[in-house]
Structure formats: C-alpha cells, structure tokens
C-alpha cells in the first residue's frame, strides 16, 4: 500500500513496501524528482540499506563463531514493513525481527522508519531498537535516487554534483568481482568551486564511496549552476555516489557504516565503520532532501 503526504510545496508517496520512498513530486515546478523505478536500468526509488549497506566479502559474515548468509544491501528493502501512522506532516514505518529474518541476520530488534515533510525537505529518520538481550552489529543506509535531467534540451552531463566548496575529495573504488571496497587505492575526485561535472563514464566501475566523515551535504545543480537539490547528512562517515552507466539519474548515498573492505577476513564486530548497540538500546539518524 502506497501512503502519501503533501504540503503547499511537496507531495510525497512512501510505500509499505520496504518502507521506500517512491515520490518527492516538487508543486512549484510541477516535476517528478525522485526515480521512477524503471526496471529497464534500476527497479528500486530509493530503498532503505539494512542491516547490511553493501556486500560482505563472499557474500556471508561471522558472529559468535557462526557463519551467515548475506545479499547485498540486506533485507528490509525487499521486506513489508508494518504501517505505522499517518500524522499528515509524516509517515512512519516499523519492521520486527522475525524467524525469517534471524535465517541470515541473528538479532532481535525493531526499525522505525519515518519520513517527515518540512516544508521543501523531506527528513528521513532511522530508529534501530535493540530488543534481545545481546549486543547487535549492523549498518544502515539511504539510496534516493533522483531524475536527471529534469528540464526539456538538457543531457545528463550539463548538470554538476556540488558538494561544501571542497577543492577535492577521496573515494574509493568498488571491486567488480567482490561487490566490496578496494581500501588500498585511494582516487581523487577534483572539484572546480565546490562543483563536478556529471559524466556518462563516472560510474563505469560502479559506486564511488567517500569514507572518513568526507561529506556533509551533497547536491546537484541545473546546467545554469542554480542548485536543483541537496541532500544534508551531518556525522554520517561514509556516502555512497552511484548511477548506472546510460541511466537518466543520480543516486546520493548517506551511509552509517558501508561494504566490506576487499578480502576482509574479520567477524561482523572488527567490521570499519559498524555500528554497535547494547541490549535495550537504540540509535538514531537522519538525513533531509531539500528541493530548490
């Protein structure tokens, strides 16, 4: 079931399914902004990364001395979540551990996820309970994908990713055969006033991952430079900037934690960048869309 929200300004659409979020439809330019989903280059809107962001090397990990399955981006993306209200201003979500979820993933706990419409922002809030009596491991990420271009004689490669007036910025390559980060190849992203060009060969080796707390706020601008969209997500370490080759979007990644470095032999606990919680405890983070 789809659940929709608006404001004098946005309509938003979420969907029970895996809680995503599948429109942010802008009144003022009467345009689409999030990715329609078209399966002829990528399904998903922008699906919720948990518990695992990325793969694990050979797709399993350790903990207490047990071995587990794992897919790629984990399984709330692919899971009903239970509707949990609608207050006009937000939609909320939750998802349960259950016996299917315990096959690959061995913690008790509950995901609240709630997106909340401020006016031209949508803030994406994450709630991780831990419910049993162990201490739990895990990762959790946002993937919104956007449209581009969005206006008529434009190409992809007239819009420009704008980050914080940075002169550069360090990423990391994924390993194709792996799905995991080569760590010991550091690339350099060149800015030119805080801005870079788009191009249809960016992401011809797959997702660029930017680790150490490198991006606060990244967007995207018109060809005219004026910004079309940013997306702010203080203290998160790691962000994610991805699109398949020849697609007509972009995807902006804030990532709590992220893949499994390449040959990575560690349990789930030694993992860079997890994210840890006690018995009975609870995290909490969000990330906000602002629409220009």
Known sequence: MLHTIENDRLTITVSDHGAELVSIYDKKNDREVL?????AFWKRHSPILFPNVGRHFGNHYRINEKEYPS????????????F???????????????????ENYPFDFELQITHVLEGNKV?????????????????????????VPVLADTEYSDYSLTFDGQESLDYLLIDMGSGTAVKDQV?????????HALDEH?????????????IARAGIAMPDGTPYLELSCEGFPSF???????????????WMGRCDDFQFKGT??????INTLDAGGIFEKSYSIQIF
């Open 35 to 39: 990715w329609q989903a078209d399966p």
């Open 268 to 273: 789930l606990e030694e993992k860079e960048y």
């Open 71 to 82: 897919g790629q981006h984990g399984f709330a993306r692919d899971t009903e979540f239970s």
């Open 123 to 147: 803030r994406v809030c994450w709630k991780v309970i831990n419910t049993g009596k162990e201490r739990m491991y895990f990762t959790i990420g946002g993937h919104p994908a956007f449209n």
């Open 187 to 195: 690339h350099k992203l060149e800015l030119t006033d805080g801005t």
């Open 84 to 102: 949990s209200g609608n207050t006009g201003t937000s939609v909320a979500h939750t998802l349960c551990s259950s016996p299917e979820t315990k």
């Open 202 to 214: 960016m992401f011809d080796k797959d997702a660029l991952i930017f680790d150490n707390w490198q």
């Open 240 to 254: 994610g900037i991805w699109s398949v080759p020849g697609a007509p979007f972009v995807c902006l990644e804030p």
